[in-house]
């Protein structure tokens, strides 16, 4: 079945500093990713969508251009946390379709990278 | 917009049969999901309805009404293991991108 990769897995950063978060679909092409954060004990919010070779869709109240987003290939997608805040501290998952289809249309998941900003 | 509500939280006994509820407000949707997430973990796909009713895979089984706006998660012969966070989602009509929405989630503690 569809794999998608997510590195890091953890990531513990300072205050202002940047870090960079990849998704990558090892077996099938993504034109279209996506990325969520989770808070502890809630469920997975959407933040962008990730389109291949054109600017990501931001979700109502994202920062733009705190959570960079590029997918410069049909396998990768990365998620830039610019000027990291302790309350950027989350768990990011990222998502890619496998138009090759499933009983759920095909959704993956990433195994999420948890951001501790000190 | 799109909104799925679940309990928050769920409580059975080892061997017991538990149902967790996904009631939601939408303007329209291909199909009602279910994801599993354990603690620290990525949700892993349970089980999906595209049409009304019963469907079964396993020891999980999943229900769709969309005239009742409702759906549910069966769990049977529950086990130690399946304690964990459960979330319905929908892939709603329209748009280019088919992003796919998650309900509130359900904290489910199985207990000996």
């Known amino acids: 079945g569809a794999v998608v990769s997510q590195h890091p897995s953890r990531v513990i950063c300072k205050s202002g500093t940047s870090v960079k978060i990849e998704c990558r679909s090892l077996d099938f092409q993504a034109t279209t990713m996506f990325w969520y954060r989770q808070f502890p004990k809630q469920s997975l919010m959407l933040m962008a969508t990730?389109?291949?070779?054109?600017?990501?869709?931001?979700e109502q109240g994202v920062e733009k251009d705190k959570f960079l987003i590029n997918h410069a290939s049909l396998t990768l997608s990365t998620l830039t946390v610019t000027s990291a805040h302790p309350e950027d501290s989350s768990f990011y998952i990222c998502?890619?379709?496998?138009?090759?289809?499933?009983?759920?249309?095909?959704?993956?998941f990433g195994s999420g990278t948890r951001l501790t900003v000190v | 917009g799109q909104s799925l509500e679940q309990p928050s939280e769920v409580t059975a006994v080892e061997g017991a049969i538990v149902q967790i509820n996904c009631t939601y407000q939408t303007s329209g949707f291909y199909g009602l999901s279910w994801y599993q997430q354990h603690d620290g973990g990525a949700p892993t796909f349970l089980s999906y309805n595209a049409l009304d009713g019963l469907e079964e895979t396993g020891r999980f089984s999943s229900f769709l009404s969309r005239s009742d706006s409702y759906g549910y998660l069966l769990l049977q012969e529950l086990q130690m293991k399946d304690s964990a966070s459960y979330f319905c989602?929908?892939?709603?009509?329209?748009?280019?991108?088919?992003?796919?929405?998650f309900g509130t989630g359900t904290l489910l503690a199985v207990q000996p």
């Open positions: 998502s890619a379709r496998d138009h090759r289809g499933g009983g759920n249309y095909g959704y993956t």
């Open positions: 990730s389109n291949e070779g054109s600017k990501a869709t931001y």
């Open positions: 989602a929908v892939l709603p009509y329209g748009g280019a991108t088919n992003k796919l929405i």
